[in-house]
């Protein structure tokens, strides 16, 4: 598998490490009702198909990245600096 | 050349300049350079080459390729030995020294041959009915003795003294084969532009023109187009190099076989190289492999593909047999009929097709007989075909009609069809192959995103047409990787091979044996031992679905994973349930595409580089010292520096001890270190840790604890403030990474917009922690601009300056230890001279060096906690911690650490123990139990952390007990019944020495 | 239906071997069943202890392609019951104990090959995590030896015994119960077991959606054979278990990985026991067709596609180069990937649902072939008895929830880590 990374170019996937499902919603760190903490740390999205996803680029430029690989077929259709795609879905008010 | 009674005296593409030398068995043989292992062994006469693996039949070669399922032999010994290597794959060099497998005492006489006349019973998943009784363990009596039967070669039992390496290798065409189709398609890229890599799993380019006699005119096609390629600077041809898998992204493994043709590799080469390409575009033409038929004995040594036989023949001028018989279905066949003929042999073509007769006409005026409408429905002979039985034969009901005649002959050539190598188009998944009913074979349903089909491959079985598919794909693939050039025309030409019957082709699966005939095993997988029988058996017993066939019978599994019997099963499958082949469904085929040696693909890392050593800055220094080192991850840690025979446990003692008494330095160097810097630095770490932050002052350090989001505790250490905006944090030596990656993920995914940067310094960082009551005296001696007293100086200051001789230093005041202690921080380059410094001025203090045993024991001393108590699975409350966490600001894990079970009393928290037996000792890995019993079930808790206290003359532990510190003066046991240790212990305070904390004040 | 034995193996040998029936029958679905189980691996053995303990025989198990061909044949055969934490050790135990009997049980031979299985410790301190490991084990009525360095080398004659060796061998602690068994005769065993019970497989049968009643409570299944009714319907279909899930509304705390596994070419006896690399992951053993099987970490990335990368394969090589130095020269000749149910502490869950008539057998992140004899059993008692027995009672969903995690490797909520 290969990441474009936005920064590095096109890299091998063993440069970089998983982070999971992208579209899970952190809480504010201010919540302090424990269901969405809940909902955050434990349930992912897990789909056959498309998923986007966390990888972190940890032998390359460090950035996170949001990847959106497809689960059954390994294909990458895109791929976002993690940076860009949070603060766009905190300024749209948590929801994407 | 006397012995080799099968070698033509002219043809082949050998080497007949070169005479080779190599044994078989302990026998002495002469082959010539250019052969491989099976031609060489056929050309001396040797057909039975080794006995098959559950009936122990003799075997000899059925193939000319890597589809060889019988001609399996050891080749060479001691530390390159190599078990089951196909013979035909296994090019002759003089010296080679080769052996038959699973035949003992020899393959002509062989004892558990006996098997052979047991077959009625071991039968396909014979050991699930059967092996059960008496006991409930009756499996481990006869376990060894079929692990025993089983299995095919030995493996090496010395070290492989050879070499292996691993590339990375990146290209905008890969063509796989080098067949009319391959060189086509190199061709076309090539001429475009296009950065080409061709590999060609043979040593010779050409693929199935190299089966053409030598001399013929397609030998001036592949020349000329080999010529063209050798001259395109982009084009790399790579012979000996097999294209074993496809993965993601365009990513293929190959093995180039660098020195497997020798005796061993020369001094500067690997055996072989092991590449991991990443191509644009794939053009895959890897041919097709010649199908057989099954038959009644159709195992005996002398029954041979026909193409096979033709290759024989045309390479490496080894005639197969003198009086042949070839039993066909197809076309392709009578080229093998027609150049043995022309080599001198008699031959008899069996033809499975009805013919018409013009083809009948042109296939007599070859001097060849043709039984048209007929089929072999025996094999004759044992140990080598003598006959075959011949009977006509009814392609639409699969059976033989009539009366049966036998024909004497050495050879039975057979081709049933021919299977295109989807393996590679299939590693990926996708649509599966299709069943094509004109050509009786499963083509590809389609192109993967990336690849370009062409010849035998998708079905396309002539020279002409795989030019221009192959020229085709070559162009396109060129193309789609962003090659602007012309490929020019297609090499389209005469001189290549043509010339078909145009009969067609016929499906035939099984010959079940004519009316009268006893029936013999019809073997499918010849190295399974895998008959039609089997089949049957397993569609008697409701396993129909091909994955139930294949798992049940073990069809397929073997080490070429049923090149050439997968197809038939299928369709005996299909047949017996009376359902179309397509119906019935197939299995995708798994990487590798042939076996790949594992040192291979273990490459250069291995043995002491199986993982890469993280050596600190005071390695070296600590390696003159005498240290002796602890793996601990990929670190090297000095675990303790032994004096005169000391082992570890007096040297710990001692080093503890003068720590407590005068100083000691001991390398911390594996410490995360993490450089915070930004004007949000301190909101920043207020959020990570469970402690406030934001009054930290310039100048100070301060222990904090981070938890995970899910609230349980993630890691500790100590930060301390270099400046409004930055910070300098470690971590545990075990978590550096992974907070270092957290960090990272917050900033960049939780609080994106908070103004701060994370840089991993801990290589860039060494750092030794001087501890002891003479620690602000030493350290005063080695600082030239720091004020090192207790008032300038207290307890949780950072100070930055140096060292005499110029090194920069950066010292926190804090104590692991419990003693007066600083670490000291340099920059990686001044590690040395740090240590330099300290032992010089050390002497007079009664400085000692001391390694992680040592901390050990002074932290447990203390009852700091550490990995042993971190676990992953333990709370702040657990390990007494819970004041530390701040009331009146959120933190990672603030709110899931107080979910009911994790602050439930019920846990386990941390105590202190010591036995009641003041000699007793406390053992790593006891666990808790209560006094006198009973000892059973998980007790109360388990020891974390154990060492022998010198100051209290006793053994010390930490544990984690359920009610903690509420029990304290209960006595408990701490057991180890895997050694039947059974140590009364108090549960006492954790802080086992100096209590008020008096020391590090000091 | 023949019963098997060495007298029906030469009985039909003697007559041509054309006695034989078959393993079990191929129904079609009937309208409605008591309980149906979706997922014929641990859901075979669901079904056979429905039927054996709690004489519920009405019932059917549901597969979408061809029975065994979900996790249960596609793993590295091994079993071992060598767990540390509260909950795990004496649920793998009773699995163990079921796994002592199973082929006498079946009257099907699951080759339940007690060779041994060893864990290497490479350092002190995983030593002593080890003696920890084996001492829980012995105080819950489990084999378990700890062996220092010179033994262990004994054992195992084929580990490299180098002190030179990136991470020497330090020592060891051994299950002699532990080893492996036949996968795929598991999961006919168990089908042909449970079909002479009356039990109802049906192959090519997907489930696509549940069947509700008005108060939202699951009452059967709609396939794609059409809908099929039940009382109860159970889910034991680790690798897709949240996508099913789903369909009830409910998220679990799963993500499915690919985990690869390798064979090599059938060679002598080599590796005669279990063996676990303590410095990296690998692990390995030798069939007894002679083939090495081995695996190691999953490649750590969300999928359903069975097949692996090349990373991987290279790191899992590696480490057995180096652990097994004998094996350089063998060649591997199949890999292939597993989809596993990566639950967020690394361990199972079988439970009631949060919904009525539904229940969960999910989670097994890559440990669940020698689980398959004690999952069936206690997913039978739960759905028969509507309460987990003793041996599951922590494998709750609520578990996450209340904070009662049970992390034998103490990764917390990175299921990839497990």
Known sequence: ?96 | MSGQSNRLAAGGRIDRVRQVGFRFDGKAYQGYAGDTLASALLANGVKLVGRSFKYHRPRGMLSAGVEEPTGLVTVRSGGRQEPNVPAPMAELYDGLVSRSQNAWPSPSFDILAINNLFKPFLSAGFYYKTFMGPTRKSWMLFEPFIRKAAGLGVAATAPDPDRYEKVNAFTDVLVIGSGPAGLSAALAAGRAGARVILAEQMPGLGGALLDEPAGNPSDLWLKAVVAELESLPNVRLMPRTTVFGQFDGGTFGLVERVADHKAEPDSHEPRQRYIVLRASRVVIAAGAIERPIPFGNNDRPGVMLAGAVRSYLNRYAVIAGRKAVVFTSNDSAYRAAFDLKAAGAQVTVVDARPLDAAAIKRIESKGVQVHAGHAVAEAVGGKAVSGAVVAPFDIATGRCTGGFTRLACDLIAVSGGWDPQLHLATHKGGARPAWNETLHCLVPAGEGAIEHHAGAMRGSFGSAAAVAQGFAAGTEAAQKAGATGSSGSAPISDDLPSGELGQGFAAVFDVPPPHGLREQKRFIDLQNDVSASDVKLAHLEGYVSVEHLKRYTTLGMATEQGKTSNVIALAQMAKLRGLDIPQVGTTGWRPPYTPVALATLAGHETDNHVKPVRRTPFHAWNEKAGCVFLDTGLWKRAWYFPQGSEDVNAAYRRETKAVRETVGVVDVSTLGKIDVQGPDAAEFLNRVYVNGWKNLEVGKARYGIMLREDGFIFDDGTTSRLAEDHYFLTTTTAEAAKVMSHLEWLLQTAWPDLKVHVTSVTDQWGGVAVAGPNARKLLADCVADIDMSNDAFPFMGVRVGSGHGSVPLRIHRISFSGELAYEVFTPSGYGSALMDLLMAKGKAHGLVLYGVEALGALRIEKGHVAGNEIDGRTTLEDLGLAKMASTKKPYVGSVLRNRPAMQSEDRQRLVGLRPVDRKARIRPGMILQPHGGPHQGHGLGHVTSTTYSPQLGHSIALGLCKGGMSNEGQVIDAVFPLQGDVVPVEIVSPHFFDHEGKRLHG | MTHYSVFSVVRNALTGNRGWSRAWRDPEPRPEYDVIIIGSGHGLATAYYLAKEHGIRNVAVLDKGWLGGGNIGRNTTIVRSNYALDGNTQFYEWAMKLWEGLSHDLNYNVMMSHRGVFNLAHTPAQYDAFARRGNWMRLNGIDAELYNREETLKHLPYVNPSKDFRFPVYGSLCQWRGGTARHDAVAWGYARAADRLGVDIIQNCEVTDFLRDVSGSVVGVQTSRGPIRAKKVGMAIAGNSTLLAEKAGIRLPIESHVLQAFVSEPIKPLVDHVVTFGAGHFYVSQSDKGGLVFGGDPDGYNSYAQRGNLPTVEHVITEGKALVPAIARVRLVRQWGGIMDMSMDGTPIICRSPVDGLYINAGWCYGGFKATPGSGWCFAWTIAKDEPHEYNKKFTLERFREGRPIDEKGQGPTPYWH
């Not at chain 1, 996803?53 to 993690?82: K, N, P, Y």
Request: with cysteine.
């Open chain 1, 1 to 96: 598998m290969r990441i474009a990374c936005p920064y590095c170019g096109l890299r091998d996937s063993s440069e970089f490490n998983y982070g999971g499902d992208a579209e899970r919603i952190r809480p504010d760190l201010s919540e302090t009702d424990p269901e969405p903490w809940l909902a955050y740390v434990y349930e992912r999205n897990n789909p056959r198909g498309p998923h986007r996803e966390f990888w972190h680029h940890l032998h390359g430029c460090r950035q996170w990245l949001v990847v959106t690989r497809d689960t059954a077929t390994h294909e990458i259709s895109d791929v976002a600096m993690a940076r860009d795609a949070m603060r766009a879905r905190q300024s749209s008010g948590g929801r994407e």
